[in-house]
């Protein structure tokens, strides 16, 4: 009989409270950075709140990923190894990891993911990484149903990907216009998001094409519409960006995944969910309403003309409805969405530039706004980005997770039995000892009344089997007793017995996809370069942040301008009308453009 496929949900937490409630919402994982040597530098953990969530998470089979996805220098190398001990032993099921370097380190046994940052766009590189040890592979962003479908039929590491968040503009852990420009390292985990700044992009005779747009940026990735297509392609952990993300924004789309996910699952029962309990909510999910600049399932289904944010890298929220008529302090809408006093509103004025302002009043279709922008005219479309009546759900508890909990009472020479038997297989029975005597009436409703209390713990009653042999009184201070008695055994039996997937890794030698390593190896200690020289790599060069070479590409990208501006000659066929090369430029900053048709992608270069 074959074993049915996990599917996973995993979620990002920025510290304990809003993994907690990642969880409660659904989530089957959380990944969450430690104290030091994440891609994400301002969300940093200390141990014990780790071992506090792992101990949480752990009750429900939720596993718990901590990223050590930078790139590490040669004197950091000895603190990472002891990081990594100090995790395995708080409880973490797996680490999230970009240098090759803890390869080679003399660590416990804990499961290495391989992180989007190692760039995992090929089947080459996915099935070297496989064999090489890693026990799950997060592959790019950019790629198509049809290339991971490709991966996942050439491999058998399980596949992650990205479903939903903000996206890098760059392929992951190819970025180096940051450390270039200011010397904050993406690969390090300090990206100064130069993605999101203001350019004029600037033809070869200096005559502007564009000005102040927001041309790197793009939109954020929405895929929850294509969850049935990734799985059917082999993906098995979908993952939602956000370790810097606020808890509304966790919870709201955590739920929304998991709502798509579990409909999938009662469809194919070749599939089952990777961790257990069921989520109850006090809301409706719904992507819109939490941080976002628009949606894209960016590559998804190829390339597409929705991908970039131009106008703005700042939140629009959810679409409202246009402006109708202004009057006075007011104006009307032909909204499709009531709005709310305090609800926060933006649009785009006729410069294109973003402008908000909070809602003072609200009369039907009419809007009071706390001050009136004067840019704000009849037919500009408005977008509520922050929902002042969901933001005060969000704020209370918002889900309850529960496992589901069979009780079986019956008597004993010397008394009472009970057992408990959580949805997990995980079984405990505690006795009373007390001299038996027959009640006047049936029993039966109080003893399912007082079992199936169980307040504010993890566990739901779903069934109460009742084996007396004769109809004995309990009384009910006794049953409640018992069920207290039983529900803190389970939980001390559950925490005891969590198993994590833990196995020795087994590396074959195999040798790397390529010999040669240039400064995008992001190798920037011995270790790493060990690593690479034993798989066959016979040359490799330093990492940027180590030495920087010149006049070499700082970022790649999918996202090409000549595409977003009509000019692609490969899939619309036009030639532009102005000069090349292009150049983005931004006080003193000039980028220069090249457009690497063969591969589908455009470089990013500094001109100095």
């Known amino acids: ?176 216009l940051s450390q270039a420009t200011c010397g904050r390292s993406a690969n390090r985990g300090e990206c100064a998001q130069y993605c999101r700044l203001p350019y004029d992009l600037v033809d070869a005779e200096g005559t502007i094409i564009s000005k102040g747009k927001h041309l790197l940026s793009l939109r954020d990735m929405n895929r929850s519409q294509y969850i049935e297509d990734l799985v059917e392609a082999g993906v098995t952990s979908f993952k939602i960006e956000g370790r810097l993300k606020d808890v509304s924004y966790v919870k709201n789309v955590t739920a929304l995944y998991r709502q798509k996910i579990d409909e999938i699952l009662t469809r194919h029962p070749e599939y089952e969910r990777a961790s257990y309990g069921k989520s109850t909510l006090t809301f409706v999910p719904e992507a819109e309403k939490s941080f976002n600049r628009g949606f894209t399932s960016y590559f998804l289904k190829e390339r597409s003309v929705d991908i970039t944010a131009f106008n703005t890298p700042k939140s629009l929220g959810e679409p409202i409805g246009y402006v109708k008529a202004l009057k006075g302090n007011s104006f009307t809408l032909t909204a499709r969405k009531p709005l709310v006093n305090g609800d926060g509103i933006v649009f785009l004025n006729s410069e294109g530039e973003l402008e908000g302002f909070r809602v003072n009043k609200v009369e039907g279709n009419r809007i009071f706004p706390l001050k009136m922008p004067a840019s704000l005219s009849p037919h500009l479309y408005v977008y509520r980005n922050y929902n002042q009546a969901f933001e005060k759900i969000m704020a209370k508890p918002s889900a309850d997770r529960c496992l589901a909990l069979k009780v079986h009472l019956w008597d004993t020479p010397f008394g009472f039995a009970l057992e408990f038997e959580d949805e997990m297989n995980m079984r405990v029975t505690v006795t009373q000892v007390m001299e038996k005597e027959l009640a006047n009436r049936s029993q039966e409703k109080n003893i399912i009344k007082q079992l199936s209390k169980l307040g504010n713990t993890l566990f739901e009653t779903i069934e109460v089997k009742i084996e007396l042999s004769k109809q004995w009184f309990i009384p009910s201070s006794i049953l409640a007793d018992m069920r207290r008695r039983g529900i803190e055994r389970l939980l001390a039996a559950k925490k005891l017995a969590y198993s994590k997937n833990i196995k020795p890794r087994k590396p074959k030698k195999v040798t790397y996809p390529v010999q040669e390593l240039t400064y995008l190896g992001n190798v920037s200690n011995q270790q790493a370069a060990d690593f690479y020289k034993a798989h066959g790599v016979t040359q490799i060069d330093s990492a940027y942040e180590i030495k920087a070479p010149s006049h070499v590409p700082l970022m790649f990208t999918k996202h090409c301008l000549r595409y977003s501006m009509g000019w692609c000659p490969v899939h619309q066929h036009l030639k532009s009308p102005y000069k090349e090369p292009f150049y983005l430029k931004r006080k003193g900053l000039t980028l220069r453009l090249e457009f690497d048709c063969k591969n589908c992608q455009m470089l990013v270069i500094q001109e100095k």
């Open 1 to 176: 009989m074959n074993k049915r496929k996990k599917i996973e949900l995993l979620a990002p937490a920025k510290n304990l409270k809003t993994g907690i409630e990642a969880i409660r919402h659904g989530a089957d994982a959380v990944y969450i950075g430690a104290s030091l040597y994440g891609a994400r530098s301002a969300a940093g953990n200390s141990l014990d709140d780790i071992k506090a969530l792992c101990d949480f998470a752990h009750l429900y089979g939720v596993r718990i990923y901590v990223t050590v996805n930078t790139i590490l220098k040669d004197e950091e190398l000895e603190d990472v190894r002891q990081l990594i001990i100090s995790l395995y032993a708080s409880g973490v099921d797996a680490l999230i990891v970009q240098d090759m370097a803890i390869q080679e380190m003399d660590i416990p046994p804990i499961p290495l993911h391989a992180s989007t940052q190692m760039d995992n766009r090929t089947a080459e590189k996915v099935k070297f990484l496989e064999d090489v040890g890693y026990e799950q592979v997060v592959l790019a962003r950019e790629l198509s149903l049809k290339q991971i479908s490709a991966i996942a039929e050439a491999t058998t590491v399980p596949l992650e990907v990205f479903v939903h968040g903000a996206l890098c503009v760059s392929y992951s852990g190819q970025c180096y």
